[in-house]
């Protein structure tokens, strides 16, 4: 959805999130401003934000409320493919993805960790047994031929794809698609601490 393009009730504009990414050009992206991907393990932790419930808001759908954009009733009512699985009892007042920070920030102050638009990760897909790396707890996969994974559900993913353990990599690293983006991150080091700064 490109800025100026009216979608329903709403004009897409250039405060809402960066889609149609690939993994490479989600990358090269990074690279040319001085930042990165987050790993699986900080995307996840970014997400939860302290918290160890389904979702960062809690355990039921309805906590869901007010701080995340995902298929819902007003996708349903204005002509939402078949194909998506709509939640009836939410209404996120968005038919595609919305302006980035309009619900509400989770305990770390981050908007949109999930719903709006899948999110991609450094990693390549691995089993959790598979050892993680220091440092940024990338997971260790030595299948060069593994898939890129994204993290958070999008604008026409339901609440399951929502919960903060949810990870989704059927895809190629060159897949793209209106609800896949990507979130910056940026290490941050000094004499006490190395510490991961995610995009808001």
């Not at 989704?168 to 940026?186: C, E, M, T």
């Amino acid at each position: 959805y490109l800025p100026a393009r009216v979608q329903g009730a709403h004009t897409i504009s250039v405060v809402h999130p960066v889609e149609h990414m690939t993994w490479s050009r989600a990358m090269e992206a990074m690279k040319r401003l001085d930042l990165t991907l987050p790993t699986e393990a900080q995307w996840e932790y970014a997400n939860r934000a302290g918290s160890n419930t389904v979702y960062w808001t809690g355990n039921t759908v309805a906590s869901l409320r007010g701080a995340i954009n995902i298929s819902d009733r007003v996708s349903h009512e204005n002509g939402g493919p078949a194909s998506w699985k709509f939640e009836p009892e939410l209404d996120d007042g968005h038919i595609v993805h919305a302006p980035i920070g309009s619900f509400f920030p989770n305990s770390f102050g981050l908007h949109d960790t999930s719903g709006n638009v899948w999110e991609w990760c450094l990693d390549q897909f691995g089993a959790y047994t598979l050892p993680a790396a220091p440092g940024d707890g990338r997971r260790v996969v030595t299948d060069p031929k593994a898939p890129r994974l994204f993290r958070g559900g999008g604008f026409r993913a339901s609440s399951v794809h929502a919960r903060a353990a949810d990870r989704y990599s059927i895809y190629a690293n060159d897949y793209s698609a209106y609800d896949v983006g990507l979130r910056p991150a940026r290490a941050l080091e000094n004499k006490a601490c190395l510490a991961y700064v995610f995009g808001k």
